[in-house]
T-cell receptor, first 110, second 115 residues
Framework: GNSVTQMEGPVTLSEEAFLTINCTYT??????LFWYVQYPGEGLQLLLK?????DKGSNKGFEATYRKETTSFHLEKGSVQVSDSAVYFC?????????FGTGTRLTIIP | GAGVSQSPRYKVAKRGQDVALRCDPI?????LFWYQQALGQGPEFLTY????????KSGLPSDRFFAERPEGSVSTLKIQRTQQEDSAVYLC?????????????FGSGTQLSVL
């Protein structure tokens, strides 16, 4: 079945630092890929998505590119803010359901 | 309602007790999912409904777990004879229909602690 492996945390960065959270996937076919985010005290929410190879998903300054050749979907942001502190999940869609990675806790310090 | 609502927010149960967790999806949403999230882990799929039909229950860990959605809106996840390993956050999510199942709206979850 489908699975994702993402970079283990926790990750702590200073404000305005560059962020990368690695994610690789295993899948049959060409699934859609996502990053979901869980802010403190809130429910999981969709951050961005990409539906086919070479697609770039982007939202709130975050980007991720669907790389079929390396089966990766790394999350990046050029300049993080304190408000980006959250848990980030790499997610794959297949068989009508989402399969989540283990999550990476990100803390941004001022 | 405006979002997916789950109750109770917290539940403490003694080992062996039965518990029932409720989910109110967004009004009009046809698809409903249950996930289990252990501490420090990602959500794990439990079961999926399309209206009142339970289309996939492959993720239910044992026959002590049972879910229903009799009228195609509110859903209840029941766990019989709870065990300590059932301690987790149980998340409910809904989507408008089958075509949009990749974009789920999640509730805040019910945190179950089994003592």
């Amino acid at each position: 079945g489908n699975s994702v492996t993402q970079m283990e945390g926790p990750v702590t960065l200073s404000e305005e630092a560059f962020l990368t959270i690695n994610c690789t996937y295993t899948a049959t076919g060409y699934p859609s890929l996502f990053w979901y985010v869980q802010y403190p005290g809130e429910g999981l929410q969709l951050l961005l998505k990409a539906t086919k190879a070479d697609d770039k998903g982007s939202n709130k300054g975050f980007e991720a590119t669907y790389r079929k050749e390396t089966t990766s979907f790394h999350l990046e942001k050029g300049s993080v803010q304190v408000s980006d502190s959250a848990v980030y999940f790499c997610v794959i869609f297949g068989n009508e359901k989402l399969t989540f990675g283990t999550g990476t806790r990100l803390t941004i310090i001022p | 309602g405006a979002g997916v609502s789950q109750s109770p927010r917290y539940k403490v149960a003694k080992r062996g007790q039965d518990v029932a967790l409720r989910c109110d999806p967004i009004s009009g949403h046809v698809s409903l999912f249950w996930y289990q999230q252990a501490l420090g882990q990602g959500p794990e799929f439990l079961t999926y409904f399309q209206n009142e039909a339970q289309l996939d229950k492959s993720g239910l860990p044992s026959d002590r777990f049972f879910a229903e959605r009799p009228e195609g809106s509110v859903s209840t996840l029941k766990i019989q004879r709870t065990q300590q390993e059932d301690s987790a956050v149980y998340l409910c999510a809904s989507s408008l229909n089958r075509v949009t199942n990749e974009k789920l709206f999640f509730g805040s979850g019910t945190q179950l602690s089994v003592l």
